[in-house]
T-cell receptor, first 113, second 110 residues
Framework: EPEVTQTPSHQVTQMGQEVILRCVPI?????FYWYRQILGQKVEFLVS????????KSEIFDDQFSVERPDGSNFTLKIRSTKLEDSAMYFC???????????FGNGTRLTVT | EDQVTQSPEALRLQEGESSSLNCSYT??????LFWYRQDPGKGPEFLFT???AGEEKEKERLKATLTKKESFLHITAPKPEDSATYLC???????????FGKGTKLSVKP
């Protein structure tokens, strides 16, 4: 069964550093998402991406965040200057249509020290 | 404000002991309600989508139902492998993103 793959599985970085989290969505999907889950809290929406542009973003997704689909298969989340509070699991998801179920990857655990 | 509340936060069952998980929601026009299963250290795994009140979906020992205010995930004769956190999420008609509840952590003891 096709799946969403994310790399790395765990990333440790120092406060103020830039990180790029990578995702390969399911190949025939058209909608791409990033969510995050701080330990013990809800899964929270960050951003959705369709047709090579951001379609929605949450208040969390401020100027330090950016997304890119650099080629036909990868989808990346960049955090420009990491803060301690950015420590969380970051999940990439994709769907075939806007109201189809989202399929999630297994996440990247980001630890900011 | 769109909101999802799940109860109980944690549920311990003996193998074979059926029960239900609740998901109450308020949303400005429901496009869909989604149930996911999440194992420790993994991403949410899709289980069901429900679109309108009265709709029911089944998969093995799980059955999801939907009313205008809440959804139930019924677990019949659970097994230890059903132990996981079950997440409920809603999608509003006005936007595409999912709003998640905190989840119910289910433990099934043999």
């Amino acid at each position: 069964e096709p799946e969403v793959t994310q790399t790395p599985s765990h990333q440790v970085t120092q406060m103020g550093q830039e990180v790029i989290l990578r995702c390969v969505p399911i190949s025939n999907h058209l909608y791409f998402y990033w969510y995050r889950q701080i330990l013990g809290q809800k899964v929270e929406f960050l951003v959705s991406f369709y047709n090579n542009e951001i379609s929605e973003k949450s208040e969390i997704f401020d100027d330090q965040f950016s997304v890119e689909r650099p080629d036909g298969s990868n989808f990346t989340l960049k955090i420009r200057s990491t803060k301690l509070e950015d420590s969380a699991m970051y999940f990439c998801a994709s769907s075939s249509l806007g109201d189809s179920p989202l399929h999630f990857g297994n996440g990247t655990r980001l630890t900011v020290t | 404000e769109d909101q999802v509340t799940q109860s109980p936060e944690a549920l311990r069952l003996q193998e074979g002991e059926s029960s239900s998980l609740n998901c109450s929601y308020t949303v400005s026009g429901l496009r869909g309600l989604f149930w996911y299963r999440q194992d420790p250290g993994k991403g949410p795994e899709f289980l069901f989508t429900l679109y309108s009140a009265g709709e029911e979906k089944e998969k093995e020992r799980l059955k999801a139902t939907l009313t205008k205010k809440e959804s139930f995930l019924h677990i019949t004769a659970p097994k230890p492998e059903d132990s996981a956190t079950y997440l409920c999420a809603v999608q509003a008609k006005s936007q595409g993103n999912l709003i998640f509840g905190k989840g119910t952590k289910l433990s099934v003891k043999p």
